[in-house]
Structure formats: C-alpha cells, structure tokens
C-alpha cells in the first residue's frame, strides 16, 4: 500500500486581512503569497464542502472580499 502523501505547509497569512480588498487585487496578493488555488465566490453560492488543501475562498460583494476562508 502506498503511503499517504504529506501536503504541503500552507502560507503564514490570515484570512481576515483580504476583508475589504477589492477582488482582483486580493487574489494578486493571495497567489503572490503562495496560496495554489484562489476561488471567487458570490454571496450564498452553494459550495461543496471538501477542504482543499492550500485553497483561498473569497466571498466578493460589489468587487470587494467580504468573507476569506481556508480551505
């Protein structure tokens, strides 16, 4: 059996900190971080609810990130 592979270490940044940016410049900031995945969400989108490994979420009202959060 092969053994379960070790993921990497996810970036040292707070989720809370993209709050208020506006929607590009926080996935710019995000992706230059180290973050591998960045999604884009709107209020309410019906997600699923795997945790992904070393993914960004944002919730963007109006253009600007209103909620962040890993996974």
Same mark, same amino acid.
Request: charged share 30%.
């Given at each position: 059996?092969a053994?379960?592979?070790?993921?990497?270490?996810?970036?040292?940044?707070?989720? /809370?900190?993209?709050? %208020?940016?506006?929607?590009?410049?926080?996935?710019?900031?995000?992706?230059? +971080?180290? $973050?591998?995945?960045?999604?884009?969400?709107?209020?309410?989108?019906?997600?699923?609810? /795997?945790?992904?490994? %070393?993914?960004?979420?944002?919730?963007?009202?109006?253009?600007?990130?209103? +909620?962040c $959060?890993?996974?």
């Open positions: 059996m053994p379960i592979p070790t993921p990497p270490a996810e970036p040292q940044d707070s989720p /809370e900190s993209y709050v %208020g940016l506006e929607a590009n410049s926080a996935e710019r900031r995000a992706r230059e +971080r180290g $973050w591998s995945s960045v999604r884009s969400l709107p209020p309410g989108a019906i997600i699923t609810m /795997e945790y992904r490994f %070393g993914r960004l979420n944002f919730e963007v009202t109006d253009g600007r990130v209103t +909620r $959060w890993k996974g």
